[in-house]
């Protein structure tokens, strides 16, 4: 994982691998479907991943759990972090808990500068 990368990049990333299981054409169908009836493009997924997972239910019903679990592998595993699963965590709880870890392991070894952007969120560990 480059530095470079934002959190959304990265988490944009993990969403296509994650929906790709499904095939080129039916990806394309799941984007065209959030687009087009919850007017969720696919830039916006990473501000609005409560809806993402709303809208994936209803494209895919049950299955969307396994896209869910795949996504969530992946995105930790480019965090460099483990998945782990927890009873009464959503997806959106688990895209902020990457999202709170990758912050810290971005700043642990990046510019100094990068540090004083945001200090919004960040626990100690």
Not at 6 to 24: A, K, M, P, R, T
């Amino acid at each position: 994982m480059s530095r470079t990368q934002s959190f959304s990049q990265v988490l944009l990333e993990c969403v296509d691998e994650g929906l790709s299981v499904l095939g080129n054409e039916p990806r394309q169908a799941v984007y065209q479907y959030l687009s087009t009836i919850h007017s969720l493009d696919r830039e916006q997924i990473p501000d609005k991943v409560d809806e993402f997972a709303a809208g994936l239910k209803k494209a895919l019903g049950g299955a969307s759990r396994v896209i869910e679990r795949l996504i969530l592998k992946k995105l930790f595993q480019r965090i460099g972090s483990t998945f782990r699963e927890t009873p009464d965590s959503e997806f959106t709880d688990y895209v902020s808990e990457a999202k709170r870890r990758f912050e810290i392991t971005s700043t642990k070894h990046s510019d100094p500068l990068e540090g004083l952007r945001s200090k919004k969120g960040q626990v100690p560990s």
